[in-house]
């Protein structure tokens, strides 16, 4: 048998447990978040224009630096590398890599920091 809803006290429903309020500082985000409103496509194409020159661009310095001496090619692809965007130039530091090691019997350019730009050729 069941017991009536009526039937119960008030004394025998647990009372919650009261916690304390954290005192957190203003987030120096403010509500940038939660305002966020997405890009229009004007300003996405912009962008992404921006991004297809300056892989032109990096391209183009690659190619010039290919052309200079195997010293300063292997400075920019190390440079390009560091800075995370050599995925979108596979291609290029590959051909280049063949490039220096095809011509790495010929030391001529080793100039000034030699430890370095051997270093650089593993």
Known sequence: MS???????????????IRPV????????????????????VTRDC???????????????????????????LNFIDAVQRLGVAYHFEEEIEEASK????SFHDANDMHGDVLYDFALRF
């Open 22 to 41: 954290p005192n957190f500082h203003p987030s120096i985000w403010g509500d940038q978040f939660m305002t966020y409103t997405p890009e229009d496509k």
């Open 3 to 17: 017991t009536p809803a009526s039937a119960c006290s008030l004394a025998e429903t647990p009372t919650p447990k």
């Open 99 to 102: 490039h220096i090691y095809s």
């Open 47 to 73: 962008k992404e224009e921006q991004v297809d020159d300056l892989k032109k661009e990096v391209r183009r310095k690659l190619m010039a630096a290919a052309a200079a001496s195997p010293s300063q090619l």
